[in-house]
């Protein structure tokens, strides 16, 4: 007996129109592509995460996926050259009296080929060992001709302060890593931003996954040092900011807190003024990230709009005991609350309503 489920999806002529669209039936996600005379159809569910297969383009006799551009076969359903075994199910289409038929029987199966999950995916446990602290420098640098910074010199003071009592301490600055901008896959869709950042598992030349490293999993506290540009942070501290979305993300989608249990305090420095929006900006951003601050959790220097002397601001900031005493007790409130947080193991769960009243695929079916 035939299992066949042909269904009349109507004129041929109206879905020849575009080489590749998605059609829904019922709760079936549809990949239907028109090349060369042809009518092909495989599944609309990409096998990485789901991504709208219809939705993405053709190159040649393959669809793209829009959201990470894996490749299949339009006809067949199989993954481009070399990973021919991971394939999505096809389906048989028909033209009939001008109308175009398809069904609904999958004539291929779906199949996954196992891969091997990025080292920053494994579960977030605290090891063992001294309270850890990550100070992130974003201040953009000539590496090969680097000149004085005053928030980096301010990080480095209150790491070394921090080491003076017993914490391990990492230092990235970010102009010394190379790490690709956010390319916006959560603006595709909620879903295609993943855990770990979809470059990150794409391209293992970036560099991102120090921070995610230290972030998610090494630190205790994080101290961000930041000069201040145009009454904002740095280009640099935006550019990590916004590849941090995925992590944000985690918890806007799944309910996974990523970040528990760690402070984030920020040094910031600028020869003109905005210390309040600038501190502002990044105490949101950290508090959305899952982070909690100590009592006072910055210093900052500014000597204001009309100080375009620059040279002296790097003088005022060198020579200040003040800035640096300001630097080493903030690391020193970060430092209690971190131990504190650590004795007292608060619950691995957090209530976070809010988000979740609109769903995050727009209703569509699975
Ligand atoms: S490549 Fe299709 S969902 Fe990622």
Same mark, same amino acid.
């Given at each position: 007996m035939s299992n066949s489920q042909?269904?009349?999806?109507?004129?041929?002529?109206?879905?020849?129109?575009?080489?590749?669209?998605?059609?829904? !039936?019922?709760?079936?996600?549809?990949?239907?592509?028109?090349?060369?005379?042809?009518?092909? /159809?495989?599944?609309?569910?990409?096998?990485?995460? *789901?991504?709208?297969?219809?939705?993405?383009?053709?190159?040649? %006799?393959?669809?793209?996926?829009?959201?990470?551009?894996? +490749?299949?076969?339009?006809?067949?359903?199989?993954?481009?050259?070399?990973?021919?075994? %991971?394939?999505?199910?096809?389906?048989?289409?028909?033209?009939?009296? *001008?109308?175009?038929?398809?069904?609904?029987?999958?004539?291929?199966?779906?199949?996954?080929?196992?891969?091997?999950?990025?080292?920053?995916?494994?579960?977030?446990?605290?090891?063992?060992?001294?309270?850890?602290?990550?100070? !992130?420098?974003?201040?953009?640098?000539? %590496?090969?001709?680097?000149?004085?910074?005053?928030?980096?010199?301010?990080? /480095?003071?209150?790491? /070394?302060?921090?080491?003076?009592?017993?914490?391990?301490?990492?230092? !990235?600055?970010l102009s010394s890593l190379f790490?690709?901008?956010?390319?916006?896959?959560?603006?595709?869709?909620?879903?295609?931003?993943?855990?770990?950042?979809?470059?990150?598992?794409?391209?293992?030349?970036?560099?991102?996954?120090?921070?995610? %490293?230290?972030?998610?999993?090494?630190?205790?506290?994080?101290?961000?040092?930041?000069?201040?540009?145009?009454?904002?942070?740095?280009?640099?501290?935006?550019?990590?900011?916004?590849?941090?979305?995925?992590?944000?993300?985690?918890?806007?989608?799944?309910?996974?807190?990523? !970040?528990?249990? +760690?402070?984030?305090?920020?040094?910031?420095?600028?020869?003109?003024?905005?210390?309040?929006?600038?501190?502002?900006?990044?105490?949101?951003?950290?508090?959305?990230l899952g982070f909690v601050f100590?009592?006072?959790?910055?210093?900052?220097?500014?000597? *204001?709009?009309?100080?375009?002397?620059?040279?002296?601001?790097?003088?005022?900031?060198?020579?200040?005991?003040?800035?640096?005493?300001?630097?080493?007790?903030?690391?020193?409130?970060?430092?209690?609350?971190?131990?504190?947080?650590?004795?007292?193991?608060?619950?691995?769960?957090?209530?976070? *309503?809010?988000?979740?009243?609109?769903?995050?695929?727009?209703?569509?079916?699975?």
């Amino acid at each position: 007996m035939s299992n066949s489920q042909w269904h009349d999806l109507g004129p041929a002529d109206q879905f020849a129109a575009k080489p590749l669209q998605q059609v829904v !039936i019922g709760r079936t996600r549809i990949a239907l592509s028109f090349r060369d005379g042809t009518f092909a /159809a495989i599944s609309g569910a990409c096998n990485h995460v *789901g991504g709208p297969l219809g939705d993405g383009r053709l190159d040649g %006799e393959y669809v793209v996926c829009p959201w990470h551009n894996w +490749k299949y076969h339009r006809t067949t359903g199989a993954g481009e050259p070399g990973y021919e075994a %991971e394939t999505v199910p096809r389906y048989q289409v028909e033209v009939r009296e *001008g109308h175009l038929w398809i069904d609904l029987t999958p004539a291929g199966k779906r199949n996954r080929i196992p891969h091997e999950p990025h080292a920053l995916a494994r579960p977030v446990v605290r090891e063992a060992g001294p309270l850890r602290v990550a100070g !992130i420098s974003t201040t953009a640098i000539d %590496e090969a001709n680097p000149r004085f910074s005053t928030s980096e010199a301010l990080l /480095a003071a209150a790491l /070394a302060h921090a080491k003076g009592r017993g914490a391990e301490t990492r230092l !990235i600055r970010l102009s010394s890593l190379f790490f690709r901008h956010c390319e916006g896959y959560y603006s595709k869709s909620a879903q295609a931003c993943t855990w770990p950042c979809s470059i990150t598992q794409m391209d293992p030349n970036d560099q991102m996954d120090q921070v995610y %490293e230290a972030m998610v999993h090494w630190a205790d506290v994080v101290m961000v040092a930041t000069p201040i540009r145009w009454g904002a942070a740095s280009s640099l501290y935006f550019k990590m900011a916004e590849r941090l979305n995925c992590v944000q993300n985690q918890t806007t989608i799944r309910d996974r807190v990523l !970040i528990r249990n +760690k402070v984030a305090a920020f040094i910031v420095t600028g020869g003109q003024d905005n210390v309040q929006g600038t501190v502002g900006q990044m105490l949101t951003f950290f508090g959305e990230l899952g982070f909690v601050f100590p009592q006072f959790p910055f210093i900052a220097h500014s000597r *204001g709009w009309s100080a375009e002397d620059m040279e002296n601001n790097v003088r005022v900031v060198r020579d200040s005991a003040e800035l640096r005493e300001g630097a080493e007790q903030l690391i020193d409130r970060s430092l209690e609350v971190a131990k504190h947080l650590l004795a007292s193991a608060p619950p691995n769960t957090v209530a976070r *309503g809010g988000r979740k009243a609109h769903p995050v695929n727009g209703g569509q079916p699975a």
